[in-house]
């Protein structure tokens, strides 16, 4: 009989006024459901690697789960909360480098060089699924398909990175940044028309390489615009198409 996938029960913070309730994620939704055998797929590819997963957490905000220079050993699924990657340059600037959702893998950037390349820092209460990265390895030897899913996420990973720009005016980084988390939302099957911002104004406008008067701004025009409702860090789009009209118009 085929197992029944688990459930990951996430706290969502409402608007004031409203019942706080629970949203609940689908563990198929993750990208190592096939390592940590949740699916209840039945692949036998996967069974050793099911033994290895490690439900880790809670790390509280501003907890690291790890730090620059620390040896790689493992890679970590967001079980719930959310992880942001920092990088301190010579001079003691903190730059942003990504946010991760439930569902999203954290840790890939440090396989090659083999030592974490940069922080990965708790933004709120975040529980988290530990991957040992040397033992799935030695599985993917002999499991083509284990090596073909680790690609896979390589894969992902590299497109994500790569299709940034900075290129764009503040208008069009902040409407990309949201349609992209909508996109992610979607994705791990929550909402991706309203959904929780966990990190600060500072830490967006770090992230788009942009002042946080400047994301202030562009987000209280969108506001005006009634392109997005925003209260608090409650985000609610309500013309995705018009934001993605802006970045139509900005390749133009």
Request: charged letters at 25%; a negative charge.
């Amino acid at each position: 009989m085929t197992a029944k996938p688990q459930i990951c029960v996430l706290e969502v913070p409402c608007k004031a006024g409203v019942t706080s309730r629970a949203e609940e994620v689908s563990c198929a939704r993750c990208a190592l459901v096939h390592a940590c055998g949740m699916s209840g797929n039945g692949s036998m590819a996967f069974a050793d690697v099911h033994m290895l997963v490690e439900d880790i957490g809670p790390f509280r905000s501003n907890d690291h789960v790890f730090k620059s220079g620390e040896s790689f050993r493992n890679l970590f699924a967001v079980k719930s909360g959310m992880i942001k990657t920092v990088q301190i340059d010579a001079e003691g600037r903190a730059q942003v480098l990504g946010f991760y959702l439930p569902g999203e893998v954290v840790g890939l950037e440090a396989v090659d060089p083999g030592v974490y390349p940069c922080d990965g820092v708790a933004l709120e209460s975040t529980r988290l699924c530990k991957l040992p990265f040397d033992a799935v390895s030695h599985v993917a030897q002999r499991e083509p398909e284990v090596q073909h899913h680790l690609f896979r996420m390589f894969s992902r990973a590299i497109a994500q990175h790569e299709g940034r720009s900075w290129d764009l005016g503040a208008d069009q980084r902040v409407a990309a940044f949201l349609l992209d988390l909508s996109a992610r939302y979607a994705l791990r099957g929550l909402s991706p028309e309203r959904f929780h911002l966990a990190m600060p104004r500072s830490d967006i406008a770090n992230f788009l390489h942009l002042a946080p008067e400047t994301v202030s701004r562009v987000l209280a025009r969108f506001r005006e615009q009634g392109m997005v409702d925003i209260i608090g860090r409650e985000v609610h789009l309500q013309q995705p198409a018009a934001l993605r009209a802006l970045l139509k118009d900005d390749d133009a």
